[in-house]
């Protein structure tokens, strides 16, 4: 009985969007520091992950580097987003009894998986403030507390 547990729990999480952490085997979030205040934040989710989440995560993740660092906010320098699709093709069976065969299977799966990278600069709260017009400027607090790390 205890060798099944992993395994109910492994096919338990199989339907589940990709959660907040570290990049796995069913995706996550992972950072490149670029410069002292730069960094490129990637958050990839897995087939039932949506574009939106996948860019949440990246945000939040973003939040949590620049507070770390000891700066209050950033902005997106560059940023892209991308969802790779995957195609599955059951095989045909068929199974002939007497004069009739009946077929099945043969059925095409689609499964979206979406990736959101942003390339961040880390400002001063002043720095924020100080702004110029058209720089959309997050402030890190706001983020974590509006985008729980579910």
């Keep these: 009985m205890i060798a099944r547990v992993p395994i109910i729990l492994a096919f338990w999480c199989i339907g589940c969007a990709t959660g907040y952490g570290p990049s796995g085997f069913g995706g996550g979030y992972s950072e490149i520091r670029l410069s002292a205040r730069a960094w490129q934040v990637t958050f990839g989710g897995n087939g039932h992950t949506s574009q939106e989440l996948a860019h949440s995560y990246a945000l939040r993740r973003a939040a949590e580097l620049t507070l770390a660092s000891g700066y209050q906010a950033f902005y997106v320098a560059g940023e ?62 706001m983020i974590l507390a509006q985008i729980p790390p579910e």
Excluded at 81 to 100: A, E
Excluded at 130 to 135: F, L, M, R, V
């Design 80 to 141: 892209t987003q991308n969802v790779h699709q995957t195609n599955f093709q059951q095989p045909v069976n068929c199974v002939s009894n007497g004069p009739y065969t009946n077929c099945y299977g043969g059925h095409v799966s689609t499964i979206n998986r979406p990736t959101a990278r942003l390339d961040i600069t880390m400002v001063t709260g002043l720095e924020a403030a100080q702004a110029p017009p058209g720089y959309l400027v997050y402030d890190a607090r």
